[in-house]
């Protein structure tokens, strides 16, 4: 159980990153893991690594570290991948569909229980599991299913329109894989997925580094 305080969101980013490679390590039969073996396999310092966990109830031992299992289990229940979080996708273009197809969503607690969009072509195409189905079926499937969470997967011109459909049906979450900036009210979350903008800093810190022609 996390202790009472808001955590910044460095720090939440920081701890999907534990939690992934605690995984990692407790399916390859690990028993411990120290602060010091996550600062060399994350690259970031352990001193960091050590106040970021004093955000949750784990307590490391002496010469030993954390107990993974243990660890595994704090990091689940914090960041809410203990709960069946349900998810709709709305684009069956390349981005919908290799996230509708990610192995890993499932083991983190995700679970797509509908991929939509408004081309007739791709309705009723097979993608994974699931058949794509019409986006006017969005409200639906948000009450039937009980959907938390929607991904915008869709062209920038469509994206608030397609945003605005997920608040009104009940989406509290929205991960937003396109490039348009949307608007949402407070009390809706969203998450950007930043695939051009982290591009670009890559780009940057490549051509800082590169050497002098």
Known sequence: MAKDQKVPKAVISRLTKYFTWSQEQLEDGGEWISSQELAEQLSINGATIRRDLTHLDVQGVTNKGYNTKELCGVLDAFLGADRNWRVVVVGAGN???????????????????????????????????????????????????????????????????????????????????????????????????????????????????????
């Open 95 to 213: 981005m919908g569909k290799a996230l509708t197809l990610h192995g890993d969503l499932a083991r983190q607690g995700f679970r797509i229980c509908a991929i939509l969009d408004t081309d007739g072509r791709k309705i009723g195409a097979t993608i994974g599991r699931l058949a794509v189905r019409h986006l006017d079926e969005l409200p639906d499937i948000v009450a039937q299913e009980k959907v938390s969470i929607g991904v915008v997967a869709v062209p920038s011109e469509a994206a608030q329109s397609v945003a605005d459909m997920m608040i009104i049906s009940g989406i509290r979450g929205i991960f937003n894989l396109s490039l348009k900036h949307l608007i949402v009210p407070e009390w809706v979350q969203i998450s950007d997925g930043r695939l051009v903008a982290g591009m670009l800093e890559l780009a940057y810190a490549v051509k800082e580094h590169l050497p002098e022609a």
